[in-house]
Structure formats: structure tokens, C-alpha cells
């Protein structure tokens, strides 16, 4: 029986695309399916901020940051975790990539053309201890054009891969099945769907239109997590993050449904980690929402008064921008879904920050004027735009009304003004000298120590109550659901392994399916700007990897 390709790579997001580039440049020909239209090519890295994990960068040592490898390997380590038998494909993929974002990782990526925004984010700040969880120093690179300036070099390849004849795009094929031959898995077989015309993220039609079987010397998984699939995320939620909520918004479309796994897992593949997951805890509800339950993250600076849903104050060090799953933690402990932020109009202008390549439109379209722009007083306009029509947020001049407004987005009255009062006076006491026991307000002053944070990101300390600094401002928090950082188990080629630890014959896996390396590099935690980054690197081990084996 004749192959229809060299390589199937089932999935075309920022990991396909890589791998499919791979082995198209070492001249084979690749058959790329994914069950979405054209118009989701580059999947979920589309909507994405672009924000890139490097070590010891020159827009680092530019802003005076001192990284270094051994520093990263030591974050890597205290934020991952890991502590299982079969976190050893991880730990290794995880030392490979600390080395690639410590060495050729930023000029590889400038010989594809991607560059960097000269501001250094810190994200992840930890506020533990030395071998803890958390990023030491600032190391989140902003893509200029983000999450589209991250897909399109690669988008690029692999159409001028397709124009010569050794890239074959089929969008609309939805796989339901691998299949061996000879012992090698080198079937695929699945679904055609209807043609749809449906825009990026808008959920597409699932009518079944015909079939097909493909036939390759190999397959590369790139299919992505479970982020958009709620009852998968519940069914894997682990019991040291409290009980599953109720209620999540979704950080990504309904077709990352994360069925794929499963399928590699029914054909021998081994699947680990699936427990550990990756939910931000600033969440907020889309006032223009593509696809269901959309929801978009704050990047929050870490000045705003973080509250629970009753108006107590989350513990030392969570506070905003610090530590997101032991922040999701306590609040699945709380028996409620939501949070609050409460801060004031200087603090959201200069603090709040959007994720998402679509809310933020000067550095997506790489507008030096519109980016600017941001220098001057008052909100970024895509945060403007949900404080005046988002569900969740709350704006007055005077902290009763304040209180009252946040009651009735609950649904109920959950917080007293005279208690929250109280916090807020206490807090804002702690502003007037330059001593304090409050410590919020030493990571606060401790961050206005980086040059980055000091000109563009964190306000200068000031009192809530502070009328010249109001109005106030309260947001409600949800739950949202985004990245899986467990998948199936890889060697450092990217083979998948099956139970018994020996590689599956043919298939080969990439990006978010293979916990972005290895079945969950990661750990329990991220440092962020990881995620990019991972389908950068295990697609393109994967695709380099498959192309050699041929």
C-alpha cells in the first residue's frame, strides 16, 4: 500500500506549523490536517500576547537585569515540582529548553524575523523563597505583532512549503483513529466536515460530510489540551486544588476539546500528568465575546487590593501577578468561584493590561504611535472599554456605593462596607511612611525597583481612599480555563512512548498535546511566556526528529 505523505501532522497550530516547516525543509512531503477552517490556522498562538521566555537577553541586560542559566534552572525547578516516577521525560525536556531559552532560542527566532517589544514583563513573582516558585528576575519578551508575529514566520514556511509542492493543507478533517500496519502506525482515518465560513474562534459547523484514511512513515500529534472541553478540565481536576468550580469562562474556543489524547491513548500512546493544569484566577467576562463563555485575563501589576468573594483579603504573597495556581487554590478553598480586585483609576491606568493579541491592537498591529500612545494619562482603550461596558466591573466615586455595586454583580450581598472599610483604611495608614509591615506594599516599592515596572507598569504607592487618585474601581474575578501541562509521554525526539516506556513506531507528538515536552516539562507550575515557547521548541524537535527517522 502506497503513503500519501511522508509525515501527517494532525493538528495546525503554532506546534504543527513548526513541525510541518521542519519536515518540509528537509524536503519531504507533509500532509497537515486540522478540523478547523483555514481561517484558525495557527490556533490558539493566534490569540495569544506573544509573550516569549528568554534568559540573559540583550533587552534584559538593557533594562539591568542580571540572568543567568544556573538562576533559571533553579526557578525552573522550585516552580515545577516535580516529585513522580514519570516526571523524568519531563524534567529532561525541561533542563533542554532552560538551555535553548539560555542560548539559541532568541537568535533562531530573529533569523525568522520575530522581535521584541524593549520592556521586560515580570510575570509569575512567586514570593516564597530563594528555591520556591516564582521568576528571580524579569524574563516575559513581548513578540512585536504578538501572538500573530509568533505564527506568521511559520505560516509563511509552510505556504511556501505548500507552493513547491511538499506541504498539503487540509483543513475540515477532524482524525478519529490511528492504525498500525507492519507494526508501525502509519494510518490515520477520520472525518471530513462541512465547509464553514466561520471567522477564527466562532464555533464551526460539525457536520460529517465524508471520510478519509491517510496513510505516512509518520505522525506528529500537535492537537493541543482539554482548555475548551469544561468537563474534561473537571474530570481531571486534582484534589490539591480544591473542588472543581461550578462556574469557569473559557480562555480558549470549544475545539480544543482535547479528544485527540484520548484517541493517541486508545492506539498505544501513554498519557501522564493529566492532573496538572494551568487556569488563571483573572478572569473576566468579554463584553464582545467570539466564542462561548470567552473570557479575557488581566495582566495585573500587583498594587489593586485582591478580596475574596465575602471582602477578605487573600493571604500573603497572593497577590496579584505572584502565584496563580496557589492563588486558584485558595480560592476553591473559599466555597466561592469569584474574586475582586479593588483599586483605583490611577492604578488601572498605568497597572491593567489585557491579554490577548485582539485587546491589545498597538502591539498586535507593531504601531510605534498607538504604543506610545500608552504614555499618556488615561486607560488603554480596550480597558476602557470594559470599564464602561464590562458585566464585571464596578466604578464609582465613594466606597459605599462601591460595596453596593459589587453586591448586586454577585447576586447577593456578600461583602459590608464597615469591614472592607476598615481593611482599606489599615492598608492605606501603611502608605504615609516609608516603613511598613503591610508586605503587598513592600513587593509593590521592591518592583518599582526594576527600571521596566518603575516607567510603564506599576503606579506609584498611593492611598485607595485618595479622592485625586479614585475613582474607585472594583472588578470581579472568575475562574478561566486555558493551558494542559500534562499529555502524552515523549522521549527528547519526540517519539511517544507507550506504558511500558518504549516508543510507539510512528508517532511522534508536540506543543500543549505533549505537555509541551515530554508530558508536562513544566511540573505543577509555569513560569510563564512557556507556553509559546514549548510549541516552539518540541515542534520543532518533533518535526526534525521525524524527518531524520524517515
Request: hydrophobic letters at 40%; aromatic letters at 8%; one cysteine or more.
Amino acid at each position: 500500500m502506497a503513503y500519501d505523505a511522508d509525515v501527517i501532522v494532525i493538528g495546525a497550530g503554532l506546534a504543527g506549523l513548526v513541525a510541518a516547516a521542519e519536515v518540509a525543509d528537509a524536503g519531504h512531503k507533509v500532509i497537515l490536517l486540522d478540523q478547523e477552517p483555514e481561517a484558525s490556522l495557527g490556533g490558539q498562538a493566534h490569540w495569544s500576547f506573544g509573550g516569549l521566555f528568554l534568559v540573559n537577553s540583550p533587552e534584559q541586560r538593557r533594562l539591568r537585569v542580571r540572568d543567568s542559566h544556573e538562576l533559571a534552572w533553579q526557578d525552573w525547578l522550585g516552580t515545577a515540582g516535580f516529585d513522580r516516577r514519570e516526571d523524568h521525560w519531563p524534567r529532561r525536556w525541561a533542563e533542554a529548553y532552560v538551555d535553548f531559552a539560555a542560548g539559541e532560542k532568541r537568535s533562531w527566532l530573529r533569523g525568522q524575523g520575530i522581535r521584541f517589544f524593549p520592556a521586560v514583563g515580570w510575570a509569575e513573582r512567586g514570593g516564597y523563597d530563594a528555591v520556591g516558585h516564582g521568576n528571580s528576575v524579569p524574563r516575559f519578551h513581548v513578540t512585536w505583532g504578538t501572538g500573530p508575529g509568533v505564527v506568521a514566520p511559520f505560516e509563511r514556511r509552510v505556504r511556501q512549503a505548500a507552493e513547491r509542492g511538499l506541504v498539503d493543507l487540509r483543513f475540515r478533517h477532524r482524525v478519529s483513529g490511528l492504525a498500525r500496519s507492519g507494526g508501525t502506525v502509519d494510518t490515520v482515518t477520520g472525518e471530513v466536515l462541512a465547509d464553514d465560513t466561520a471567522r477564527r474562534g466562532v464555533a464551526s459547523n460539525r457536520e460529517v460530510v465524508g471520510a478519509f484514511e491517510l496513510r505516512a512513515q509518520a505522525v506528529i500529534v500537535t492537537s493541543g489540551g482539554i482548555g475548551g472541553n469544561p468537563e474534561l478540565v473537571r474530570a481531571a481536576w486534582p484534589q490539591r486544588l480544591g473542588p472543581p468550580p461550578e462556574r469557569m469562562l473559557s480562555g480558549v474556543p470549544a475545539h480544543v476539546d482535547g479528544l485527540m489524547l484520548g484517541i493517541a491513548e486508545r492506539a498505544g500512546a501513554r498519557l501522564i500528568n493529566r492532573d496538572r493544569m494551568w487556569h488563571y484566577t483573572e478572569g473576566i467576562t468579554n463584553w464582545d465575546p467570539i466564542w462561548a463563555r470567552h473570557g479575557i485575563r488581566i495582566l495585573p501589576g500587583p498594587s489593586s487590593l485582591w478580596l475574596d468573594a465575602t471582602g477578605q483579603r487573600l493571604p500573603v504573597p497572593l497577590f496579584p501577578g505572584f502565584d496563580t495556581l496557589g492563588t486558584l487554590a485558595h480560592i476553591r478553598g473559599t466555597g466561592h468561584d469569584h474574586t475582586w480586585f479593588v483599586l483605583t483609576q490611577r492604578i488601572v491606568e498605568k497597572e491593567f493590561a489585557l491579554s490577548g493579541s485582539e485587546q491589545n491592537p498597538d502591539l498586535t498591529g507593531k504601531s510605534v504611535r498607538q504604543v506610545l500612545g500608552r504614555a499618556r494619562s488615561g486607560a488603554p482603550a480596550p480597558v476602557q472599554a470594559f470599564l464602561e461596558r464590562g458585566a464585571d466591573f464596578v466604578v464609582e466615586h465613594e466606597l459605599g456605593a462601591l460595596v453596593r455595586g459589587m453586591n448586586a454583580v454577585a447576586g447577593e450581598k456578600l461583602i459590608e462596607e464597615s469591614a472592607l472599610r476598615r481593611q482599606i483604611e489599615a492598608r492605606d495608614r501603611e502608605i504615609g511612611n516609608k516603613f511598613t509591615k503591610d508586605l503587598q506594599i513592600t513587593a509593590v516599592r521592591g518592583a518599582r525597583g526594576y527600571l521596566g515596572d518603575r516607567l510603564i507598569r506599576i503606579a506609584a504607592p498611593h492611598r485607595l481612599l485618595d479622592p485625586k487618585a479614585g475613582p474607585l474601581i472594583a472588578v470581579r474575578l472568575h475562574l478561566l480555563t486555558r493551558k494542559t501541562l500534562g499529555g502524552l509521554e515523549t522521549d527528547l525526539s519526540g517519539r511517544v512512548l507507550t506504558e511500558g516506556g518504549e516508543p510507539l513506531p510512528g508517532v511522534y507528538a508536540a506543543g500543549e498535546a505533549a505537555g509541551f515536552g515530554g508530558g508536562g516539562m513544566h511540573g505543577y507550575r509555569s513560569l510563564e511566556g512557556t507556553f509559546l515557547g514549548g510549541c516552539l521548541f518540541s515542534g520543532r524537535e518533533a518535526g526534525r526528529a521525524a524527518a531524520k527517522a524517515i
